[in-house]
C-alpha cells in the first residue's frame, strides 16, 4: 500500500520519484503494459486491415520504436556522463584533503595538530556523505560538514593574518581547494537528469507501446510475448534512474579514494560515527 502511495505520488514528482529506481520501474511497467493493452483493445477497433494502412503503419511504428531507442540512448549517456563527474570528484576532493593535510606541517606546530585533527573529522564526514543514508542524517552529515569547514578555516586566518608568506599563502590555498572541491561535489550531486527529458522520454515510450498493441493482430493468444518490449522499456528506465540517483539506487559511488586516504593518514579508531567522526 505504501509503495503504490509513493508511485502516486511520485507520478507528480519526477525527481523525487526519480531517486527510487525501483517505484520507477514499477510505474513504467503498469504504464507501458497498460498502453499495449489500450492500444490492442481499444484503438485497435478503428483499425483498417487493407494493405496499403498495414504498409504506412510498419513505417510509422518503426520510426516511433527508432526515436525511443535513441532517446533512451541519449538519456543514458547523459546519466553516465553525471555518474563520472561524481566519481571524479570523489577522487579531486581526497586529493585535496590529502595535500592539505601534507601542507599542514608548514603551519606553527600547535595550529598544524589541530588542522590534521579537524581534516581527519572532516574526512570521516567525507566518507559517511558518500554511504547511503536517510534524508535526515544525510542533512546531518551536511551540516557537520560545514561546521568543520569553518573550524577549519578558522583556525588557519589568524596564521595567514599574521604571518604573510608564501608557505602559508600555500597552506591556505590547499585549504580553499578543500573547501572548494567539497561544493563541487555537492554541486554534481545535484545536477540530475532534467524533468522535461524524462516527461518526453515518458511520452515517446507510452507512444510507441500503444502503435506495438495497435498493430497487434494476435494479442490474446500472445500477450506474454508482447508484454516483453513494455517490460525491455521499464528496465531501461530503471537503469537510467538508478546510475542518475546518487544515493537512491543500487549502482551509487565508492569512496575508495577518501578510504585508502583514510587508511593511510590515521590508524582505524572504530566505526565511524554519522554526526560527529569516529567513535
Not at 504504464?31 to 494502412?53: C, P
Not at 568543520?148 to 608568506?165: G, M
Not at 508482447?226 to 530503471?238: D, K, L, N, R, W
Amino acid at each position: 500500500m505504501s509503495l503504490k502511495i509513493f508511485c502516486i505520488q511520485g507520478l507528480f514528482n519526477i525527481p523525487h520519484l526519480a531517486n527510487s529506481p525501483l517505484a520507477v520501474f514499477a510505474i513504467s511497467v503498469i504504464a507501458l503494459s497498460a498502453s499495449v493493452w489500450f492500444g490492442n483493445t481499444v484503438l485497435s477497433k478503428y483499425r483498417t486491415k487493407d494493405t496499403e494502412t498495414s504498409t504506412d503503419l510498419g513505417i510509422i511504428q518503426s520510426a516511433t520504436l527508432t526515436l525511443l531507442g535513441l532517446i533512451i540512448g541519449f538519456t543514458f549517456s547523459m546519466a553516465i556522463a553525471r555518474y563520472d563527474l561524481r566519481q571524479n570528484y570523489e577522487e579531486a576532493e581526497a586529493n585535496a584533503i590529502g595535500t592539505e593535510f601534507l601542507r599542514a606541517d608548514l603551519l606553527p606546530s600547535k595550529t598544524a595538530d589541530a588542522v590534521k585533527e579537524l581534516l581527519i573529522a572532516y574526512l570521516d564526514q567525507r566518507i559517511l556523505f558518500y554511504s547511503k543514508q536517510d534524508r535526515e542524517t544525510a542533512k546531518q552529515i551536511i551540516q557537520r560538514t560545514t561546521e568543520l569547514e569553518n573550524a577549519l578555516w578558522n583556525e588557519v586566518l589568524p596564521i595567514a593574518r599574521s604571518q604573510s608568506t608564501p608557505t602559508i599563502a600555500l597552506t591556505i590555498s590547499g585549504m580553499n581547494d578543500v573547501i572548494n572541491a567539497r561544493g563541487y561535489t555537492q554541486a554534481a550531486w545535484w545536477n540530475r537528469i532534467p524533468t522535461a527529458a524524462w516527461w518526453l522520454m515518458a511520452a515517446i515510450a507510452i507512444g510507441a507501446n500503444i502503435l506495438v498493441g495497435f498493430g497487434a493482430r494476435n494479442f490474446k493468444s500472445n500477450i506474454g510475448l508482447f508484454m516483453i518490449f513494455p517490460m525491455m522499456v521499464s528496465i531501461a528506465f530503471f537503469l537510467i534512474a538508478d546510475i542518475d540517483s546518487p544515493r537512491g539506487g543500487v549502482i551509487r559511488i565508492d569512496p575508495r579514494n577518501l578510504i585508502d586516504l583514510k587508511q593511510s593518514i590515521s590508524p582505524p579508531n572504530g566505526p565511524l560515527n554519522p554526526i560527529g567522526g569516529t567513535k
